[in-house]
């Protein structure tokens, strides 16, 4: 039955979405400047027959439908109803309805919120909004299709993968498409204003508020995931420079750079192209990004089955979206003689511009060149922390630099920079990093250069809200909080502190300056696994405190998997971080510590970051 | 020059689109779906009690052979093994099981505990062998005849319907 209704709602959307774009069609031959009423009504018809569509997906997720081929695959009746839910997302076609879900909601949003700006600007938007909309749903209705039923019945469903029963997990895929696919409203908006040369100040005014919103969703949703590695992958690090994590951090730099560059266009009407290119760039990346981990092309937790039908179409969907706008762009492009002063606000914005560009081609080429050396030579090799660390962190200190320096310079034209200030900022930022070798240990030159550089950002950042009489509170924020994370990363980095041994019930050791005793074991069950809990306790000598740590292996029932659950114990100044497994054939369990200093400052760091995001947000939506 | 550039970033693109697709069609190699009605070259076992080797020649004698790639690891082979129990019950047909990257001890027990289907039982610890015959995952089921051809092959748990597919081929012939 909801195999039916998901269907029949399916192509009601398609209907609905070829009848926007048809009647957007007759709008813009009329030479008024109202936009048609019934645009307006079936907009919100298809946002919400998508919606339905979407909960009847979670209903028959809920109430384990098998009847669907989708909930038997992902789903289990004995699975708690949270992850039931999030088993809706956590799959291929559940996720690409979500994918739709976002579209259409940006797309009617952003047809009600930009009444004041031109009609064929707006409907022209609506057009290319609603075909990517289309190019979606017959995606999912002919190839990824959540509503396939299955006959015979199963009487029960194969079960979710267990590393991915986790609410960290249940929510980094909605955020994260706010984040990218949200992306796809000013692909669809640039498109748009080239096409009917809607430019400079009131474009960047009518998409200024999406950017922000998208990067503010992106940064939460990369922090979600990070997270989630960090305390289920087990292996104590934060990111990995996977390249799964990389195709969510390319839209990421897109966005930062087309987040400032919009500054400039809205306050000095230049750089109109290159933010159009940045527009185009950020979607087409985020597309970039599906089609990697979708298409069963780079292996990782986000391939959910290898099918490469599914990568031809979008490989297609791709190909067409580049060539489209490389097309527009070819056609309309128009030399521009943008007059900027070397010291000026637009300036140290472009050389912000600059870094994020040199940061997206690392990343891309890092994350491509596995797979181009494969298919070429047949040569497989990957790319690993070494490669990134070493060209982005030391480019990282000059940028940290500029992006201190950037916000005091005025527009236009600056007369002087305050270098007495700055030289105090910096005697400030060495003292800070002195006193930090003096407490703890030295370490490498670039550690030395990464703490002077991010300490030098956050005071200059302070000093920013403390002297200026209006302030951006948004940009101190992520400005200061951006610092903050550069500077956790390093003392994280630099004193984190790993031991690897095996213990047995009843038996102490001792290593450096803790006492490792594995006190207790026991068998707990749980609804949908069960789990062998051991009880270790680490007595630090130096302080004489004692602590508990349990950490877990979880036995699953559906499907049936072995997991190990690190058990951390957090506070302000460190975390302590265990995780246990068994060794077959004897006694012993395998028992990894690390002591990570500042661990939970990275994450607020981040939160801070996204935060300032939203503030703007706020901000840009009162002034407008 | 600006035509240059513009032929430098269209030629850029293609190029890059061009290798996802060769990409693309690279992994659906590992669709060893298309194996099937292609010949098994060489058959190479060890066997899993000694060091015997098991070749093409011991298999041509049977009408047909099911190559099983299974594990004491692996939650899907527990739920394949009654189909497997059931198999071994036909005249025309008879199982290799190919152990793979598992523990001696761990493996005998699981025989002991759910029964053992197979005719032969070889070991493949390091997963080497199995990758000759585009195994890239267990369990998987290879049904070959006495000619070495490859009929059909399953991947992930053999399910009742399956088993009653491989029935019905090997009565039919």
């Known amino acids: ?137 017959f995606f999912i209705l002919f190839n990824s299709n959540p509503f396939s039923s299955i006959s015979p019945i199963p009487k029960e469903g194969l079960g979710l993968n267990p590393i991915l029963q986790d609410p960290a997990l249940a929510i980094h895929p909605p955020l994260l498409y706010v984040g990218f696919v949200g992306s796809s409203i000013y692909f669809s908006a640039a498109m748009a204003s080239v096409i009917t040369n809607y430019s400079g100040k009131f474009f960047a005014q009518s998409i200024k508020s999406w950017v922000i919103i998208s990067w503010s969703f992106q940064t939460l949703g990369i922090l979600v995931g990070s997270i989630w590695a960090y305390y289920e992958l087990g292996w104590g690090g934060f990111w990995f420079w996977d390249p799964v ?108 511009n600059w870094f994020m560009m040199f940061y997206l081609i690392t990343v891309l080429l890092g994350t491509l060149y596995p797979i181009f050396t494969d298919a070429i030579s047949n040569n497989k090799i990957s790319v690993g922390p070494p490669f990134y660390n070493s060209v982005i962190i030391p480019v990282v200190i000059i940028f940290l630099f500029f992006m201190a320096i950037g916000p005091k310079v005025r527009w236009i034209k600056n007369k002087f920079l305050n270098f007495k200030d700055l030289l105090k900022i910096i005697v400030g930022a060495i003292a800070v990093n002195f006193i930090i070798t003096y407490f703890f240990k030295s370490y490498s030159l670039i550690s030395n250069l990464i703490i002077i550089s991010s300490v030098f950002l956050i005071i200059s950042t302070i000093s920013d809200a403390i002297k200026k009489p209006k302030i951006n509170f948004a940009r101190i924020i992520s400005h200061f909080s951006f610092g903050f994370l550069i500077f956790f990363i390093g003392l994280n980095h630099n004193f984190s502190i790993e031991k690897d041994f095996n213990l047995k019930l009843g038996e102490t050791k001792k290593i450096d300056n803790y006492n490792f005793e594995l006190k207790d074991l026991k068998l707990q069950q749980y609804d949908n696994y069960k789990a062998v809990i051991g009880k270790i306790q680490i007595n630090d000598l130096s302080t004489n405190k004692k602590r508990t740590l349990n950490p877990e292996i979880r036995i699953y029932d559906n499907p049936q998997t072995l997991t190990y659950e690190a058990s951390i114990k957090t506070n302000f100044f460190r975390d302590y971080y265990l995780t246990m497994s068994n060794i077959d054939r004897s006694d012993y369990y395998n028992i990894k510590f690390q002591e990570k200093p500042l661990m939970i400052w990275i994450w607020i760091s981040v939160v801070m970051l996204s935060f300032g995001g939203f503030l703007s947000f706020i901000r840009n939506a009162k002034n407008n | 020059m600006q035509k240059i550039i513009k032929i430098t970033i269209i030629f850029l693109l293609i190029f890059i689109l061009g290798i996802f697709f060769l990409s693309l069609n690279k992994s659906s190699n590992y669709n060893t779906e298309s194996l099937v009605g292609n010949k098994l070259s060489e058959i190479e076992l060890v066997s899993f009690e000694d060091d015997s080797i098991f070749t093409n020649d011991d298999f041509k004698k049977n009408s047909f052979t099911l190559i099983n790639f299974w594990a004491s690891w692996c939650a899907p082979c527990r739920i394949e093994h009654p189909q497997l129990m059931e198999l071994s019950k036909e005249n025309n047909i008879k199982i290799l099981g190919v152990n793979f990257k598992d523990k001696k001890i761990n493996a005998l027990k699981f025989l002991k505990d759910l029964g053992d289907p197979y005719e032969y039982l070889t070991r493949d610890s390091n997963g080497k062998q199995s990758v000759n015959f585009g195994i890239y995952g267990i369990p998987e089921s290879i049904l070959i005849d006495n000619k070495l051809t490859i009929i059909k092959k399953f991947v992930g748990p053999l399910t009742k319907q399956d088993l009653n597919n491989i029935i019905e081929v090997i009565n039919n012939l």
């Open chain 1, 1 to 137: 039955m909801l195999s039916n209704t998901g269907n029949f709602l399916l192509i009601l959307s398609i209907l609905f979405t070829s009848f926007i774009i048809y009647q957007s069609f007759a709008c813009l031959k009329k030479t008024n400047d109202m936009i048609f009423k019934s645009i307006y009504k079936i907009s919100l018809l298809q946002s919400t027959t998508i919606l339905i569509c979407f909960f009847t997906l979670v209903g028959a997720f809920m109430v384990s439908d098998f009847s669907l081929i989708n909930v038997y695959q992902n789903s289990h009746t004995l699975k708690p109803i949270f992850y039931k839910i999030s088993g809706t997302w956590g799959n291929h076609e559940g996720s690409l309805l979500l994918w739709v879900i976002i579209l259409t909601i940006f797309s009617f949003l952003f047809l009600i919120t930009n009444k004041n700006h031109p009609k064929n600007y707006r409907i022209n938007t609506l057009i290319i909004q609603n075909i990517l909309i289309l190019g979606f749903l």
């Open chain 1, 245 to 352: 994590e990389n195709a969510s951090l390319l839209p990421w730099f897109a966005m930062t750079a087309l987040l400032h560059s919009l500054l400039v266009l809205e306050k000095r009407n230049i750089l109109y192209f290159w933010s159009i290119i940045l527009c185009l760039l950020t979607f087409t990346l985020s597309v970039t990004g599906t089609f990697l981990v979708r298409s069963g092309i780079l292996n990782s937790v986000h391939t959910f089955a290898n099918d490469p039908s599914r990568g031809i179409y979008i490989l297609l969907f791709l190909s067409l979206m580049i060539f489209a706008s490389v097309y527009i762009l070819f056609t309309k492009y128009k030399p521009t003689n943008d007059q900027i002063n070397s010291n000026s606000k637009e300036t140290f914005i472009l050389i912000n």
